[in-house]
């Protein structure tokens, strides 16, 4: 890496789920800082989301819901990159970003919304996690210093199909 720490923020409806995953995941590689928000928060994260967190030796403390508005207000970080991880936010019209920011659209099942038992709603979790895992390793790998624009946006696109493309 360059040296430099790049802000990236991970949106989602409700930010519950997977966008405090992505978040967890992401702070935990050096060179970047990340943030989670929705569009419409939830309040709390999801207590299975937590869970997940917590049984792979990640602290929470850090895990709130929040709204993507705190992101576009005054003396919010400068974001260098923001990633939809859900199908509903990748159609809403987003709050302009100071710092214009690159943006592509990851998106993850969710997994709040599987019902049945206590083991499949786990493991739907568990699903999303090692695709959002998946995902950011592959975008922490990225030359990023080096790389121009739009071969940059390409790959962080192409990063977005990665599950779909493996799966077909």
Not at 77 to 93: H, M, N, R, S, Y
Not at 140 to 165: E, F, M, N, T, V
Request: hydrophobic fraction near 40%; charged fraction near 25%.
């Amino acid at each position: 890496m360059d040296g430099k720490t790049y802000n990236v923020l991970f949106l989602c409806t409700g930010n519950s789920a997977r966008s405090i995953m992505a978040e967890a995941i992401m702070n935990r590689v050096d060179g970047f800082r990340a943030f989670s928000a929705g569009s419409q928060p939830k309040g709390a994260p999801h207590p299975m989301t937590l869970d997940l967190l917590r049984g792979l030796d990640i602290d929470t403390s850090f895990a709130r819901s929040k709204s993507w508005e705190e992101f576009g207000a005054e003396g919010a970080p400068e974001l260098d990159f923001v990633f939809t991880v859900c199908d509903d936010a990748a159609g809403e019209a987003c709050p302009v970003w100071p710092g214009q920011p690159m943006t592509a659209h990851w998106g993850v099942p969710d997994p709040a919304a599987v019902e049945g038992s206590e083991a499949e709603r786990r493991l739907a979790f568990s699903e999303a996690y090692r695709m959002l895992n998946a995902r950011i390793t592959a975008f922490a790998s990225l030359p990023l210093a080096s790389i121009d624009s739009l071969s940059l946006q390409g790959r962080l696109d192409d990063i977005g199909h990665k599950d779909r493309q493996e799966s077909a």
